[in-house]
């Protein structure tokens, strides 16, 4: 049971990309941990930047963008366990499943 939660759960990092000269944030990046990061989702702080921060420079100064204030994060994905159904009484599973059908949950 508890092999199955570890399997739906995934390991990321969220970092801000912040400039080393002015120290303004130009975006938030968020990707699996892994040996080499690769960030699956992009935040920019204002749409008109996009270009500088793909280039990692700084929209303001020009400057070199770093990951700073990285923090890891769990992301749970799939369905409970059976585990955790049992605790439910008779009949108020399925009637939490249709009512949260739909829902997205996002814990941090």
Do not use: Y
Not at 26 to 37: I, S
């Amino acid at each position: 049971m508890i092999g199955d939660v570890e399997a739906s759960r995934e390991r990321q990092i969220r970092a801000e990309l912040v400039c080393n000269l002015c120290g303004r944030a130009a975006a938030t990046v968020l990707g699996p941990w892994a040996p080499r990061f690769v960030p699956k989702q992009l935040v920019l702080k204002d749409s008109e930047h996009a270009s500088a921060v793909r280039r990692l420079q700084c929209p303001h100064c020009g400057g070199r963008l770093m990951l700073q204030n990285e923090e890891e994060i769990l992301v749970f994905r799939g369905p409970l366990p059976d585990e955790d159904r049992a605790r439910v009484a008779p009949g108020m599973a399925e009637a939490l499943e249709k009512s949260l059908s739909g829902l997205l949950l996002i814990v941090d």
